[in-house]
């Protein structure tokens, strides 16, 4: 290296009337006079760095650091999500028409607020109310920010076998937030009870937000029967470590969906007759 530099074998560069190598685009010196010999460049002079080799090296550094965000990113959402669509359920892509993404956009600016604080979701409401559509773009927002997020589901998790459940209840500790949709649509037996029962549990005691969709009532998972014992349980720990909103839209997003698709599909067909 001493040597190339000593011969000033450099691209866009040239000797100015200082006797040192400058930079043919900018101007700047790409070497420094000592005040002695070095022997460590053999030289009395110095390599130094002109401004637009180090805007350069500036522009390299942030692209790097952009492919290895987007490749941690993608990584992130491949393990949080079981449906590819779900990448794409972000707040820049929501339509507005669900008047409660206002809540969730706050409570990912204020993450590290309701994180320190245990503060999850119980996002409650009609099928096709926008639940998990709101919960995947709170999932998506804090991905982006290099956070680790699972997104599952209560009948996942109720399927879990008995020999996997143990390490599996013990794995959800990792994930900063942790997302289970559609509550209420578990099998309705003791095993699949008990496998929700130690997962809600376990996050009750990290002390880790939970986010829980449900189409159920709120006012039926605060009045649960007492015959249903392990049902209660959860009930409880859910209702302790997350705050309900009701999610409420004007029409369902599975509506709306359908009707942009059929007239999507009434515009080929026209164009076609």
């Known amino acids: 290296m ?21 930079c043919s685009r900018c101007g700047g010196p790409l070497e420094v006079r000592l005040p002695e010999y070095n022997k460590f460049f053999k030289s009395d002079k110095r390599p130094s760095t002109c401004k637009c080799r180090e805007e350069r090296i500036i522009r390299e550094r942030k692209a790097h650091e952009l492919r290895e965000h987007k490749e941690l990113v993608e990584r992130n959402k491949g393990i949080c999500f079981t449906d590819r669509r779900m990448w794409d359920w972000t707040f820049d892509n929501d339509d507005g028409s669900v008047p409660q993404m206002q809540m969730a956009r706050r409570y990912v600016e204020n993450w590290d607020k309701v994180r320190a604080e245990h503060i999850g979701l119980l996002l409650w409401g009609n099928l096709g109310s926008g639940k998990t559509y709101m919960a995947a773009c709170i999932a998506n927002a804090l991905l982006e920010q290099e956070k680790k997020v699972l997104m599952t589901d209560f009948a996942r998790i109720s399927n879990i076998s008995k020999f996997d459940a143990e390490e599996y209840v013990r794995s959800l500790d990792s994930y900063a937030l942790l997302i289970i949709d559609d509550l209420g649509a578990e099998q309705d037996s003791d095993f699949a009870l008990q496998n929700i029962c130690n997962v809600i549990n376990r996050r009750w005691n990290s002390g880790k937000p939970l986010i829980v969709t449900t189409n159920l009532e709120l006012s039926s998972l605060k009045n649960v029967n007492e015959q ?4 209660a349980r959860i009930s409880d720990r859910i209702l302790d470590m997350c705050r309900p909103i ?9 509506v709306a969906s359908g009707k942009h698709k059929n007239q999507i599909l009434k515009e080929i067909f026209e164009k076609e007759e």
Do not use: P
């Open 2 to 22: 001493n040597e190339l530099w000593n011969t000033r074998n450099v691209e866009d560069a040239y000797i100015a009337e200082d006797g040192l190598l400058h």
């Open 228 to 231: 249903e014992l392990m049902f």
């Open 246 to 254: 009701h999610m409420e839209t004007v029409e369902s997003k599975r």
